[in-house]
């Protein structure tokens, strides 16, 4: 049974990446900083008993993505075929003149780090997949070419920094038959798009998701937003 996993699985883009694959039929292991017992996963997960798995997952924690293969196993998984690397901070309010250390620091490792970090560990899984898929949910606020304020600068450095070690990754494992790209999921009412935003979450997964299926191991290290156009670096 194709598989995939998710990280940040537990709401916004997250959620709805896990709600799209399990329709598409896919098995899948939905990863969450700290799982609760109520709630839309685990809702899904009752619904879903054979092909869901809620695994807790904080991504900032090296050791937990160090010991993610091994528990993978007790569950069962000899392969994955899709990784979505979603899991994403975005300190709000920065300001130039009270930018802080630690929000950098954490930006960079959950937003930049933590995807190659995690994409490392599981290669063995992928290597085993059916033309497997890494799509890192990046962030047009990461495009360099499209810098026009100091906003969110933690955020917008950390998603320029995962799209260059998504195209090193790109680099390593295309050869491998490993196809990882970025994407830009619009602007998108979650917590952290807010109300706002244009766009809803089953509309920009089903765009990624749609992107991601047709893409071939030459569109490895593209940037590409939801609708399917190529983003500027
Ligand atoms: N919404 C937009 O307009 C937009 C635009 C561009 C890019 N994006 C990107 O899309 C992705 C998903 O964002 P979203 O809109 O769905 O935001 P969201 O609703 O705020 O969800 C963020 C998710 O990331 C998880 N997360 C944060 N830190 C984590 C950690 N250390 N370990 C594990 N999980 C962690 C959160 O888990 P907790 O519940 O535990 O905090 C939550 O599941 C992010 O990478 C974001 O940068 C979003």
Redesign the pocket.
Known sequence: MRTALI??????????FTRQLLAQGLRVIA????PAPAGELAALVDEHPQRLQSLP?????AEAIAALPARLATVGVSHLDVLI??????VSGERYGALRAEDLARSF???AS?PLLLTEALTPLLTQGHTAKVLC?????GSIAQVSSYRSVS?AMS?AALNMGMRRLAAELGPRGITVVAM???????????AQ?P?D?PT?VRGMLAMLARLTPGDGGRFYAYDGSELPW
Do not use: F
């Not at 990280?7 to 709805?16: D, I, P, Q, S, V």
């Not at 830009?184 to 807010?194: I, Q, S």
């Open positions: 990280t940040g699985a537990n709401r916004g883009l997250g959620l709805e990863c969450s900083r700290a997952l904080d991504v900032a924690d690397n979603n899991a994403g901070v975005l490792a959950i937003n933590a949910v990046s962030s047009q606020l955020y998603k830009h999921p619009g602007w998108v009412r979650t917590a952290m798009g807010g935003a766009l979450a920009s």
